[in-house]
């Protein structure tokens, strides 16, 4: 059974900072256990598609910046019958930010987000009585790895106000209170087949507000509370059902966790952390395929 391997065209060297590219560590490790899978290029029109039962969306990490045509390539691999590792329409559900007010709406602890939407003509100001912070973060709501993501403040919210409601004429931006406790340090629990396998902390470089590793962020493993740990899990069970993989951000305030992100598309899931990473990893895929075949 071939296995579609997805990546994109690289323009951008998003595994900067890292001891390992986990794409072509993972590629490889799964080809040596004997699966026939290959690396193909989500938007590639030479790639034929039908000749692949099953596809892995591993680093398609420019979708945000063409979401029409992905969406649009999703549309055709589900109407090929492509069987997708995590559910087409999760990965359609979680490309937009607005899903955080859903799993909110649904009782869960997330950080607290507003949304400016597309035309909006809202001032900045506003926002900052809405969420009782003057110190707040904005950033597209369709986005991937910090892009275009800002610090706001009394001082700079006019500077930068007429750019900022410029560019709601094309997405919804969502914006959230800074959280310090970020500067601590955000939580990562990866999920592969539904089972925790391991979580990081990262942390931001001196001067930084974000931990991505490309911006100079540190990586450790952690090793989390029983309840930090039953928190997380709680928003796989819920919202990321059927998923190969699952990687759940947060932080904790005041020593309960709250939701960042759930990155359900192309998350880097830092295998090397665990000694098992990659095994559990194809532990994972085997059960799933069984399951879809």
């Excluded at 591993?58 to 045509?69: A, F, G, Q, T, V």
């Excluded at 470089?205 to 090793?223: A, D, L, M, N």
Aim: contains cysteine.
């Amino acid at each position: 059974m071939k296995i579609a391997y997805i990546s994109y065209d690289k323009q951008v060297n998003y595994t900067a900072g890292l001891t390992q590219d986990e794409e072509a560590v993972l590629l490889n490790f799964l080809i040596e256990k004997g699966l026939d899978i290959e690396k193909v290029i989500w938007n590639d029109p030479g790639i034929d598609w039908s000749v692949y039962p099953v596809a892995i969306l591993k680093s398609p990490w420019d979708y945000h910046e063409k979401l029409d045509d992905f969406n649009a390539w999703l549309d055709r691999l589900e109407g090929l019958g492509v069987s997708l590792m995590n559910p087409y329409h999760i990965i359609r559900w979680n490309s937009d930010k607005h899903y955080l007010q859903e799993v909110a709406d649904a009782g869960f602890q997330v950080i607290r987000s507003s949304f400016l939407e597309k035309g909006e003509k809202k001032t900045l100001p506003h926002y900052f009585e809405e969420l009782g912070n003057n110190k707040l973060i904005i950033k597209p709501c369709v986005s991937a790895g910090a892009k275009d993501t800002m610090i706001l403040t009394p001082e700079n919210a006019q500077e930068i106000e007429n750019t900022l409601l410029s560019a709601t004429r094309y997405d919804a931006l969502i914006i959230q209170p800074f959280m310090d406790e970020v500067l601590d340090g955000e939580i990562s629990f990866i999920f592969l087949g539904g089972v925790f396998s391991h979580s990081v902390v990262k942390v931001p470089r001196s001067g930084e507000f974000r931990v991505q590793h490309f911006f100079g962020g540190t990586i450790q493993p952690y090793t989390p509370a029983e309840n930090v740990l039953k928190s997380a899990a709680s928003f796989v069970d819920r919202f990321a059902k059927d998923c190969l993989y699952a990687r759940v951000d947060g932080i904790l305030v005041d020593g309960e966790f709250q939701l960042m992100e759930l990155e359900l598309i192309e998350p880097y899931l830092f295998l090397d952390s665990h000694p098992e990473g990659y095994h559990n990893y194809y532990q994972a895929l085997q059960k799933q395929i069984a399951v879809s075949f």
